[in-house]
């Protein structure tokens, strides 16, 4: 049974970092091109980052680059993501999610098979 499970979310200010995690069991994690994506209230879910199963690969959303980075530990089985520079606008639920199809630079929601349950991510003004 594949599991993802987000960890690290949490109530920040403006200007604030916090680090996501994302513990996947269940799969043989390094065989998986792994993604970001968040949910903001009334709003689709976007896609925010990915990585590809070696790690030498990543691709993110405009409003993010430069102010968060995608990573992986493939013998620890985790995927991360640094957030710095935290604005307002990024505060969602934020969702880490699997793949074996390979990456394009904006991959959307169907492309991945496996989802996490999500991590609230709040930043105040």
């Known amino acids: 049974q594949v599991q993802l499970v987000e960890s690290g979310g949490g109530l920040v200010q403006a200007g604030g970092s916090l680090r996501l995690s994302c513990a996947a069991s269940?799969?043989?994690?390094?065989?998986?091109?792994m993604g970001w994506f968040r949910q903001a209230p009334g709003k689709e879910r976007e896609f925010v980052a990915a990585?590809?199963?070696?790690?030498?690969?990543?691709s993110y959303v405009d409003s993010v680059k430069g102010r968060f980075t995608i990573a992986r530990d493939n013998a620890k089985n985790t995927l991360y993501l640094q957030m710095n520079s935290l604005k307002p606008d990024d505060t969602a639920v934020y969702y880490c999610?699997?793949?074996?199809?390979?990456?394009?630079?904006?991959?959307?929601?169907?492309?991945?098979?496996?989802w996490g349950q999500g991590t609230q991510v709040t930043v105040s003004s």
């Open positions: 999610a699997a793949t074996r199809l390979t990456l394009v630079a904006r991959p959307s929601a169907p492309f991945f098979n496996y």
């Open positions: 269940g799969l043989t994690f390094s065989n998986y091109n």
């Open positions: 990585i590809n199963w070696s790690g030498d690969w990543s």
